[in-house]
């Protein structure tokens, strides 16, 4: 990496997103070749944006597993892949129905709502064919493992599964305990997920990938507690999305089930849960902290 251990974490954040954009920018397939418009939407719905959260737990768990930085860009990109897929399916009129994402219009609205839905096909795939990848891993069981991992937390036992239930729930009342049933699914699973594949890249024991796989339950968790305060604290311009749409289309929250200032301390108590799993590893460590604290605190 170009950063060091002692790369202060704004300017180390900003070398692991430079690097996720220019390896996606090479495994994408360019859109030169064809089927052209399919491989054109797919790069502009992947490249030029977003925060790459996903990338950057990838990394930071895998510093702590001592895993190749090679191994762990191919990561980052399928745990991306997948990210814009769902955000990509997300938007369209059959789900969420927004003209908006990253600051530009959504793919549906740039291409055709067909090509949105073959980008997030596609995306998915590609995801599979990079983790799956011949020689990205020494050992082929960690290999299945990692795919293993990604294919669950994906899948109607993860993301795929909580966006039906986050659906279903639109216009009834949820409980909290469904609420977070809903959460750890639908934004928490992939979270998770790319802790584990940044752990599983490197060589940990079974109960250190344990410790951080609790971390990654918790910050999966955190980070859809902190989106929910944002939304409903945020105004339109700072959200880059429109303010209100989830009390318009009664979909529950936690600030609308347990109010905003349960909703902050839930934050800070999976926040406090998260650093502590995180100490035996000590300075190990710092980066997943660093990140733990830039999901409390980030801007949008
Ligand atoms: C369509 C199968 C399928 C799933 C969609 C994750 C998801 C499930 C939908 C996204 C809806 C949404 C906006 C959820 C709020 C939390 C969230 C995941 C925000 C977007 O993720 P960020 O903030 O986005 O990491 P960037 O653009 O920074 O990558």
């Not at 938007?91 to 129905?97: E, N, R």
């Not at 009390?247 to 200032?261: Q, W």
Request: hydrophobic residues 45%.
């Amino acid at each position: 990496m170009t950063a060091t251990p002692a790369t202060r974490f704004p300017e180390w954040m900003a070398s692991i997103q430079r690097r996720t954009e220019e390896a996606l920018a090479r495994l994408l397939p360019p859109a030169s070749i064809a089927p052209t418009r399919l491989h054109d939407a797919m790069r502009y719905a992947t490249l030029g944006g977003g925060k790459r959260v996903r990338p950057l737990l990838a990394f930071a768990a895998g510093e702590i597993a001592g895993a190749s930085l090679e191994r762990i860009d191919t990561l980052a990109c399928a745990l991306e892949c997948i990210h814009v897929y769902s955000l990509v399916h997300d938007d369209m009129p059959c789900m969420d129905d927004d003209v908006l994402r990253r600051g530009k219009p959504t793919v549906h609205v740039q291409y055709d709502d067909a090509t949105a839905l073959l980008v997030g096909d596609a995306l998915q795939t590609l995801a599979f064919e990079l983790v799956s990848q011949r020689g990205l891993f020494d050992d082929a069981q960690r290999q299945l493992r990692a795919a293993a991992v990604l294919a669950k937390a994906s899948g109607s036992r993860g993301m795929a599964g909580g966006q039906a239930i986050d659906l279903a729930s639109v216009g009834h009342a949820l409980s909290r305990e469904e609420l977070e049933f809903m959460h750890i699914h639908k934004t928490g699973a992939l979270i998770r997920a790319a802790v584990q594949l940044g752990a599983l890249a490197g060589d940990l024991a079974d109960a250190e990938l344990e410790r951080l796989d609790h971390f990654g339950k918790c910050i999966g968790l955190l980070f859809q507690v902190v989106d929910d305060i944002l939304d409903a604290t945020a105004d339109t311009a700072t959200l880059g999305k429109t303010a209100g749409k989830d009390a318009a289309n009664e979909k529950p929250t936690y600030v609308s089930i347990i109010g905003l200032n349960a909703a902050r301390e839930l934050a800070d108590e999976l926040a406090t849960e998260a650093r502590n799993t995180l100490t035996p590893f000590g300075n190990a460590a710092s980066r997943l902290q660093d990140i733990t604290q830039y999901i409390v605190s980030r801007p949008f």
